[in-house]
């Protein structure tokens, strides 16, 4: 019964190497987030799609882009990896309770994590 | 700008043992506060969050806005309570985005 499922767990890209990870969810959210984690450090939003409208944040580099083709799936593009780049990925997602005008909480994938030779 | 901070990156506690997780913030708003777990080889989830006010595992953690502080506690920690613990600040932007502080490994000892 996952609900919100990161492909593939492991991903091994070479340097410049352009790579794209996978979210999907069975939640219906209308909000997907990307998370990059690195080791023993925070996670750092890297942008957020609200329904379709994309929300990058200010510091997040230009190497990296997201795609929402539809509600279920998100992708992470990462067009030249570079060896700072290798991190956990975390997506989650989260809806708005329009009875509430409150957001329900953020639920998140098991994350992908990419190593970058 | 919106800042978490978690003062300890490791605390280790005896089993029965009271356990408070320090979480300081620094936003000019009111923010929305949050703690979040993730158990070994799990993902990350939420444990609890300050607009709800319960207890969950039997945690709890009162928002103090005159010290900005969200501080998680338990008074008898088990061993099932060794995990990552985060605090995270929603600052009320659209897209309920989250800051997370840097994390605190709590290991509970038997």
């Known amino acids: 019964d996952a609900m919100v499922i990161q492909n593939p767990r492991y991903q091994v890209t070479q340097f410049g190497k352009p790579v794209t990870l996978s979210c999907s969810q069975t939640l219906n959210h209308n909000v997907m987030y990307w998370y990059q984690q690195k080791s023993s450090q925070a996670p750092k939003l890297l942008f957020h799609y609200y329904d379709k409208d994309f929300n990058n944040e200010a510091d997040t580099p230009d190497n990296f882009q997201s795609r929402r083709p539809n509600t279920s799936f998100c992708f992470l593009d990462i067009r030249s990896p570079g060896l700072g780049d290798a991190a956990m990925y975390l997506c989650?997602?989260?809806?708005?309770?329009?009875?509430?005008?409150?957001?329900?909480?953020?639920?998140f994938g098991p994350g992908t994590r990419l190593t970058v030779l | 700008a919106q800042r978490v901070t978690q003062p300890e990156k490791l605390l280790s506690v005896f089993k029965g043992a009271p356990v408070e997780l320090k979480c300081n913030y620094s936003y000019s708003g009111s923010p929305e506060l949050f703690w979040y777990v993730q158990y070994s080889r799990q993902r990350l989830q939420l444990l609890l969050r300050h607009i709800s006010r319960e207890s969950i595992k039997g945690f709890t953690a009162d928002l103090n806005k005159g010290e900005t502080s969200f501080h998680l506690k338990k008074p008898f920690a088990q061993e099932e309570d060794s995990a990552m613990y985060y605090c995270?600040?929603?600052?009320?932007?659209?897209?309920?985005?989250?800051?997370f502080g840097g994390g605190t490994r709590v290991l509970v000892k038997p």
């Open positions: 989650a997602t989260s809806s708005l309770n329009l009875g509430t005008g409150v957001y329900n909480e953020q639920f």
């Open positions: 995270a600040l929603n600052g009320g932007a659209a897209g309920n985005k989250l800051t």
